[in-house]
């Protein structure tokens, strides 16, 4: 924890709060955004599915 404490620091340090700040709010969302994704792909194969079932009944 106090090595990522002092990296962030002396990234603050060099180019800057907002920068850096950006930086963290990006990687966040970028990896969140991921995950939304993947989830809607899922979603949309179960839908698929279910409307292939549906279709195979009638």
Known sequence: MGEDYQFLMGLISNIGFPIVAFLLI???FDKSLG????AVNNN???VQLLLQKENQNK
């Open 26 to 28: 990006f990687y966040k």
């Open 35 to 38: 995950l939304l994704a993947e």
């Open 44 to 46: 949309t194969h179960a």
